[in-house]
């Protein structure tokens, strides 16, 4: 178990739909659900000092309070937009007023974005997106403290 007081805590919010992305990867030949996307998160952070605070919703309002709440204890947010890209005003919001670093993960190019990160990951591979949006966090952070 990691000392909560040297952990760095990095949230991670999938958006919508990622629940059922399963579904989306068997149709293009591979079965990536969201637990072995968050699996592989995990262990990549196992023994290191960060930690993750993981949370999929389809509701942009239940994204915010998450960010919300765990502002005061997290030093960044990985965010999985899906549909909220183009249209994730609130969370946009939220996101630029607590005012932690964010790295955005597309699964595919989105045609515009709301979201102003300091790094985006556009893979098709949800591991491989995941993992390295993860990395560009971790590098983030690194060179912060």
Known sequence: MKNEQNSIRILVLH????????????????????????RALRRE???SVFE??????????????????NRNKAAGILLAPESWHHSGYVLADTIELIGLPLVTVYLQPP???VFNSLGEVINANPIEAYLSA????????????
């Open 45 to 47: 952070v196992r023994n």
């Open 134 to 145: 993860l990395k560009k966090m971790a590098s983030l952070l690194e060179c912060e403290s």
């Open 15 to 38: 958006g919508p739909n990622l629940n059922l992305l399963g579904l989306r990867s068997a149709g293009q030949g591979h079965r990536v659900t969201l637990d072995k996307v968050n």
């Open 52 to 69: 993750l605070k993981i949370l999929q919703t389809n509701s942009e309002s239940a994204g915010s309070i998450f960010l919300q709440r």
């Open 111 to 113: 045609h515009k974005t």
